[in-house]
């Protein structure tokens, strides 16, 4: 890419972005699935569940709620875990592959 290609580059994710230099962004990969699990017979009431693997540390997390999700998520980015060992009466639940 050309430097005045870069420059543009640049600028586009900073003003995207709120002015920071994607170099400085905190970033993660993880991989996410999120589902509805019916909890009428007819299927009509659900409960939301979802899955949450870093690809990076290989954790896994199940979570019970999208805010579960996202409140893990933002955890992560910021490197301050908010995990639970499978304990009753958590929101979530995460465990390291291997």
């Known amino acids: 890419m050309s430097s005045a ?3 543009m580059a640049k600028t586009r994710d900073e003003e995207d972005l709120g002015g920071e230099p994607s170099a400085k962004r905190d970033s993660g990969s993880f991989l996410l699935r999120v589902w509805r699990e019916p909890t009428s017979p007819n ?11 870093n690809l990076k540390t290989g954790e896994e997390c199940y ?3 999208a805010g579960a999700l996202a ?3 933002l955890a992560e980015l910021e490197r301050k875990p908010t ?4 304990t009753a009466g958590t929101d979530e639940s995460c465990r390291r592959e291997g």
């Open 5 to 7: 290609a870069e420059e």
């Open 43 to 53: 299927g009509t009431e659900g409960v939301v569940r979802c899955y949450m693997k």
């Open 63 to 65: 979570m019970t709620s």
């Open 71 to 73: 409140s893990q998520l």
């Open 83 to 86: 995990r639970s060992s499978g």
